[in-house]
């Protein structure tokens, strides 16, 4: 009896091993690699207020630190939602050149003010070939995608949703939320995930304004739906996010996810200093599955400044 109970088990056991065998293998995320990448955002691009020569004093100083990359976070040029299409097209023609001083790759990110003619008093037709994030899409590619480096993802993210009556907000819509959540479960388990996007998904910045916001001006600090993208990051690895629009440079830690919000290249809109932060931008090293920012100044000093 004994002898026919071992057997029984001992079948069982093969059983469940040969089972378990012919199951394919749970891919885990290999381990990723350290590196360095730049993060610049809000440059701002114009001719005047030396705001192209400020830019391409960046990007050269940029060109003095080892990086595999860097990413454009948005508001590339200033600005594209009033202006004429002979304007527009200038001041991305003037970013495209200038770009070319820091001699890496560059990811890009779409800005508020990089969308064309949106603005109620811009006379632009609205079926203008270049209208809205067409010129955008023209120069740079898609608004939003995801990439890999060195056992690292990362995921762009489009936050302008452009309104019927030519305005604009922070917002991520609901087609590329549906995209973020089946592109974050295609990843193998425990990779680490690094996010891009314009408006701040999470900022304290209301805190440190002298007076109180406006509900509506509020609305155009930061995302009107956070908490929707905030929702899609439960359960994935992601090891922070970089964000631009408010000028300043922050960091806010909410539910484990660290959201760097970065300076401005262009500081106060080449006027300065922008509530305490300099013209700069932001070094980015990823290292043991963590990510670590630190802020790098260039040395633009402006013709008219208005520090704040």
Partial sequence: MATSMNRRRFLSLTGATLGAASLPAFALAPPSEPFTFLFFTDAHLQPELNGVLGTGMAFRHGRTIKADFAINGGDHVFDSNAVSKPRATQLYDLYGKTEQDLGLKMYHVL???????????????????????????????KTYYSFDHKGCHFIVLDSIVVNADRSYEGMVDAAQLQWLSADLAALPPHMPVIVAIHYPVVTA???YEAAKPSLDSRRGLSLINSNEVIDRFTGYNVIGVLQGHTHVNELVVWKGVPYHTCGAVSGNWWHGTRMGTPEGFTVVEVANGKMATRYETYGFRSIEPQNT
């Fill in 205 to 207: 910045f209301v805190q």
């Fill in 111 to 141: 800005g508020n003010h990089d969308v064309f003619a949106v603005t109620p008093s811009n006379t632009v037709s609205i079926n203008d070939n270049l209208y809205g994030k067409n010129l955008y899409e023209e120069r740079f590619g």
